[in-house]
């Protein structure tokens, strides 16, 4: 059997909070990335970039959460992560962690074949109708990480432009913080619920139906608000909306 | 009200309770980010400028030491004295010394954020000589008995209402909440003040080296005033505020007045070289420039010599959701936001709770987009944690969670078996598929939060069972 021009192939790292807490997100990316003919494989035993012990100052455990992770991912091609956040980890903030280590090499060379899942989409692929549907109002928000460091935004509004039917509407302060922060939202849980407060009322400024971004954590920070309020506007992750995968789950 | 007494969870308790500086706070950084946006966007190569304002400031660091002396040298060979003050106490003392020796009774001041940091004020006054601030906001807060809660706006968190409460009981000022007549009451206590005053003291927003001048930028006239109506003028510079040539000053003054208040330029630029030569009418028989490293040469060539690049204009502060949040005054330090999270455990190292101004940022990276030297604030915030979980500085909770973070990070079956009881523990506290309360230390969480019921079965869980159907069928 041989294949001259073989399909692409991707290693997909869905982080661990999507494993644990949204396989659904994950699924979605599957089937969002298997749509396009691109080959999926799961390292068996990836788990976490290392993010969270990186950003509480805990650098040696985050080095060896880290350093396991350049190992599984070693020689395994293009990595795209749904998430902005846990892939600038990668590609950004690696560098900082494996200074003047053995790792340093190996983590830039991870660093280079390191994409966010809108930025392939668009960037790599050239994909941005993926044929989505959904019949409502959805509004963006920019998660930090993926913005600020990644450059990522336009891709997922190209992405959401071509969803049939739905409406997408401008967020009000679309890139301000929505106060999640990773360990921030515990040890000054005060200030990430003042920063919710003023995220939640732009949300329902922007008179919406879906509030969609790109990262996992800022969709739980967001939508834990509009739970606890009583709000009808759901959150969804943007794997979920582009696989049409909105009703996959509850709240 | 003083609120440095308490620790940094009751001072940002107590701002995120205070409503007066919410509306004071939302009102003015919005105005600030957007005049801000509006003169950067106005530029048609605002990266370019930005990137030359860096490599200016990185340039003077890497040679510091050759700049400062020949900006020493060039204000001495033109009349000035020079003092290097390695501390606030070595500054202070020379200052008061100053004002002792040469029998000043009344001193104006206009803004800095180096006196600040050195108490001068306190220190003078003890002295027993009047100080003034001729700053609007400064002299606000002054008459309010506070400190600065913005490196560029130091009475932000006072509405004008506020403010007309204080002229009320101190100028005599009858109520009102139009702005002129608030800027004429304090005009006409000032220019008394002025004129009565033995010695100026002033900031420094540069240093130039070649010139052997100072440079400082205002909007309101007064710091022009201070520095040339009293017969003696001080300007306190830290250290690192210095650019090599004259010609540097075109990119630095266009930055800073753009990120600050979104001017071109800000409406007074004084370059100060020096006291009054003979048969000059103006200018003060003496100037004094006082060198302040306190703490900063040990900053430089380390980890976090970047933060010396700081122009102190004020816009991470604006840009900062934390900021915006909780104000300056619930950072503790001299400098607040995200450049004083980075300045105060570094030049403040003796504030019991600075270790926790870096976590006071959610590192969204906002502080970053908009520096105009472009320095990687959340990169040495980052750092800053590293350096207080080495120093043993942080709470007790956090090693154990940590490093069980870790261990089920590292290993696939302790984190199948510990992601499983997690899901089935939350399961169980699940209503309508959420929690609205988990318990300690993630009660945290769901003080103000929902938190969504764990699945029964993880991604990888579906995935090898996929992959095992496919290989089967």
């Known amino acids: 059997m041989s294949t001259p021009v073989g399909p692409r192939r991707v290693t997909l790292f869905v982080t661990c909070i999507v494993d644990q807490l949204y396989p659904e997100i994950g699924k979605a990316t599957v089937e969002i990335l298997e749509r396009q003919g691109v080959a999926i494989h799961v390292p068996r035993g990836l788990t976490c970039c290392g993010q969270m012990a990186f950003n509480g100052g805990f650098r040696d455990e985050s080095y060896a959460v880290a350093g396991r992770t350049i190992e599984l991912l070693r020689g395994q091609g293009d990595v795209v992560l749904p998430s902005g956040s846990c892939a600038a980890m990668i590609r950004h903030l690696y560098a900082e962690l494996f200074a003047h280590s053995p790792y340093a090499g190996p983590a830039a060379e991870l660093a280079a074949r390191t994409y966010e899942l809108t930025e392939y989409l668009v960037d790599v692929l050239g994909v941005t109708d993926v044929g989505a549907r959904f019949r409502g109002r959805i509004s963006y928000h920019d998660a930090c990480h993926g913005l600020r460091f990644l450059g990522v935004g336009r891709q997922a509004r190209a992405l959401l432009a071509n969803v049939q039917e739905a409406e997408v509407r401008p967020l009000p302060n679309c890139d301000t913080c929505c106060g999640f922060g990773g360990l921030f939202a515990i040890k000054q849980y005060a200030i990430s619920e003042a920063m919710l407060e003023r995220k939640i009322h732009d949300v329902h400024a922007a008179e919406t139906d879906l509030l969609v971004t790109g990262d996992a954590s800022c969709m739980t920070q967001i939508a834990g608000g509009l739970s606890r309020r009583g709000s009808p506007i759901r959150a969804r992750h943007i794997a979920e909306v582009l696989a049409n995968m909105v009703d996959a789950r509850p709240v | 009200m003083s609120t440095h007494s308490l620790h940094f969870f009751d001072r940002v308790d107590t701002a995120l309770h205070d409503e007066t500086l919410r509306t004071a706070l939302n009102r003015a950084t919005a105005r600030f980010v957007g005049n801000r946006s509006g003169a950067i966007g106005a530029l048609s190569d605002a990266d370019t400028l930005r990137d030359q304002a860096r490599a200016i400031r990185a340039h003077a660091l890497s040679r510091l030491d050759e700049l400062l002396v020949r900006l020493a040298e060039r204000v001495e060979a033109r009349g000035g004295r020079v003092c290097w003050a390695s501390d606030g106490e070595e500054a202070r003392r020379y200052i008061a010394e100053l004002a002792r020796s040469r029998g000043v009774r009344s001193i104006v001041k ?16 003890r002295a027993g000589v009047e100080v003034v601030e001729t700053d609007l906001g400064e002299y606000i807060i002054q008459i309010a008995g506070e400190t600065p809660s913005h490196i560029i706006a130091p009475a932000i968190h006072k509405t004008r209402e506020q403010i007309s409460a204080l002229f009320e009981q101190h100028l005599g000022m009858p109520p009102t909440t139009e702005v002129p007549p608030m800027i004429r009451a ?39 005033l201070t520095t040339s109506v009293p017969r003696i003028h001080v300007a306190i510079m830290g250290i690192e505020r210095i650019v090599e040539r004259l010609e540097d000053l075109g990119v630095m003054l266009q930055v800073l007045a753009r990120s600050a208040t979104g001017q071109k330029l800000s409406v007074y630029t004084s370059i100060i070289s020096g006291p009054a030569r003979p048969g000059e009418a103006d200018g003060p028989e003496e100037f004094h420039l006082v060198l302040l490293d306190n703490g900063r040469s040990q900053i430089l060539g380390g980890q976090y010599a970047e933060a010396l690049m700081c122009i102190r204009c004020g816009a991470c ?44 940022s959610s590192l969204c990276g906002a502080c970053q987009e908009v520096c105009p030297v472009r320095i990687a604030i959340p990169d040495l915030l980052l750092r800053l944690r590293a350096d207080a979980v080495r120093a043993g500085k942080f709470h007790p909770i956090e090693k154990p969670a940590i490093q069980s973070y870790a261990a089920m990070m590292n290993n696939p079956a302790l984190y199948r078996v510990g992601g499983k009881f997690a899901r089935l523990g939350t399961r169980l506290l699940r209503r309508k598929g959420r929690i609205r309360r988990l318990p300690p230390p993630l009660h945290l969480w769901t003080r103000g939060r929902d938190f969504p019921a764990l699945p029964a079965q993880t991604f990888s869980e579906w995935w090898e069972e996929r992959e095992r159907q496919r290989h089967n069928g």
Request: with cysteine.
């Open chain 2, 317 to 360: 502060l604006n840009a900062c959701p934390v900021y915006q949040s909780i104000g300056g005054h619930a950072y503790g330090g001299v400098y607040s936001g995200p450049i004083g999270a980075i300045l105060t455990p570094l030049l403040q190292p003796d504030l019991p709770d600075n270790y926790l101004l870096p976590y006071a």
């Open chain 2, 186 to 224: 304090a005009r006409q206590a000032l220019r008394q003040r002025f004129l009565r005053a033995d010695m100026g003291i002033s900031g420094v927003n540069f240093g130039i080296a070649d010139e052997g001048a100072v440079v400082i930028v205002e909007n309101e006239g007064n710091a022009r």
């Open chain 2, 110 to 125: 206009s803004k800095s954020m180096a006196s600040e940091e050195i108490h001068l004020n306190e220190a003078l006054e």
